[in-house]
């Protein structure tokens, strides 16, 4: 597969397919006709890893701005995200209805990959959230754990991944692969050199501007 | 009217809280085998729900008796002093939590593991997370209902005078409180990180001070409403919540307009199908002889010695159960690991719950009704 060339730093560049959304962001679409801010809920830790609390999503909204300069984007701060996906599900009702996001961008798995979750009933629980979120006019985007490479227990991570993307299949809702791409720059590391340590941002800021503007 | 005399110790109450501690256990290891068989796997309410109304009874018993005239400063005092304890035991907890976190994040290299327990924060934000932890706003994963415990403590004075004076106005403003709470969303706020507390005290004072009119209730020998309508309307709702939650039909439905709190399941705020359904279940529990049942049955005593001692037997817990999550992170889970992980914890806190019992009473005593007023907010 060829990497993305256009608008991505050539250390974070991944091939189109990782920043390919099947379904349109039609909420967010609406919004940007009417020229309206977005309001986009982020569950789930910074998309980079830990990081300070003032610049948890700050690089996600830069790279947002970036790229849709006249677009007005409001980054919410959502909860962490540390529970299993049924309770944050509980959790996740809770936030919209106080919030009223028009995107919600959902960092899922981790938690369950570390409690060794049935990854069918896992999968379960994200389609009933990606279908409570369809039936309130909310886009909705999956974004899957992050990969490190070395970890003797990464396998429980693979099992989850899986079970994203099938879920995400299954409720027709946009899935941000993460692993993939995150596992893609680790083996590309010889040729480009180290990832940047911000790509993951800036990927999903990519995909997310691709899928409102084609 | 408020007896003179100590209450006679409710082994119960002891009972039950036992019951309350071994379920938040096996509750705080996600996803193992036996998880999936607790209480909140069959209605709305879970061990939570139980702790905080029988700590409100415990606290009654402690605390309601001493509470007239030229007493309330010193026993202000005194609860003031069994807060700090439960300050300086979640204190503890956290720092052995982030100890057993710490470990299994560097013995495995994998950071994920402090992000998700939420300790990222005292490693990326060291000096904002010393602050919060002094305040209480810092509350990883696992670890907030000692901190709601504390707050509660912290208003008991108040809510125990109200209760004292007249139930009916300290339910009419607990309860207004939670309406209030639920309506203008009011909070406490987390710190470092910008969120809520996970338990809200002020909606959970509600079933605190509901506690405190039972525990007086009782005290009083007044019996609860004896009707065989409320035990039906009660069956009832427990069967209703049964299927709603077995059969995946949470967050399926919606009945906005109507307040979310009315009809929606949320913990944190202590909604009113979880408040109805824990209510149901207490006054079912209290038509059963569990009382008499208890009486010289030996093979429940371990679960009366973990309620009798809750603080130390909860920090152990909570403890064990960060090591039950490592394990299961380290080791691949299976329902063997999962059941020898869930006896080996339940089996230690029982024993921790003999020997503070053994140390007070002696050997022989172990389980069996202690001296009166011996019942203490723990």
Known sequence: ?214 | MIPDRPTPRIVSVDFWRGIALATIFIDHVPENLLAHFTQRHFGFSDAAETFVFLAGVAACFAYLRHFGRGERAHQTLRIGLRAFSLYAANMVVLVFCGAIIAYASLSTQDPRILEIMQFDQLVKEPLSSLVGIATLGFQPSGLNILPLYIVLLALAPLLILAVRRNMRVALGLSGGLYLATQLFSLGLPSYPVPDAWFFNPLAWQFLFTLGLCCGRLIAERRPLPQSRALVVACGLYLVLALVIVRGGFIGAYDLSPLPRFLWDEDKTNLSLPRLLHFAALAYLVTRLPVEAWLAGRASCRPLIWMGRHSLPVFSLGVVLSMVGQATRIVYPASPGLDILLVSFGLGLQMALGWVLEWQKTGLTAAGAPAEPGAARAS
Not at chain 1, 128 to 143: C, E, G, L, Y
Not at chain 1, 144 to 149: A, E, K, N, Q, R
Not at chain 1, 154 to 177: C, D, T, W
Request: aromatic letters at 8%; proline letters at 8%; one cysteine or more.
């Open chain 1, 1 to 214: 597969m060829t990497p993305a060339t256009a608008g991505v730093t050539v250390a974070c560049r991944v091939p189109d397919p990782y920043l390919h959304f099947p379904t349109d962001l039609k909420r967010t679409e609406r919004l940007m006709d009417l020229k309206r801010p977005i309001r986009i809920l982020v569950v789930g830790p910074a998309i980079e890893g830990p990081e300070v609390i003032e610049k948890r999503h700050s690089r996600l909204l830069a790279a947002l701005q970036q790229r849709l300069p006249g677009v007005g984007f409001e980054l919410l701060d959502g909860w962490h995200g540390w529970r299993v996906a049924e309770e944050d599900f509980d959790r996740l009702r809770s936030e919209v209805a106080e919030a009223k996001p028009d995107l919600i961008l959902w960092e899922v798995g981790t938690p369950d990959a570390l409690a060794s979750s049935d990854p069918g009933e896992f999968g379960d629980v994200l389609v009933r959230a990606a279908n409570w979120a369809k039936s309130r006019d909310i886009d909705f985007v999956f974004i899957d754990p992050p990969f490190l490479p070395h970890v003797p227990h990464e396998p429980l991570y693979g099992k989850m991944v899986l079970a994203i993307s099938a879920a995400s299949s299954q409720a027709r809702v946009n899935l941000f692969r993460r692993y993939a791409a995150m596992q893609y720059l680790e083996r590309m590391q010889g040729k480009i050199g180290a990832p940047h340590p911000h790509c993951m941002s800036e990927l999903l800021a990519e995909a997310i501007v691709r899928s409102v503007t084609r």
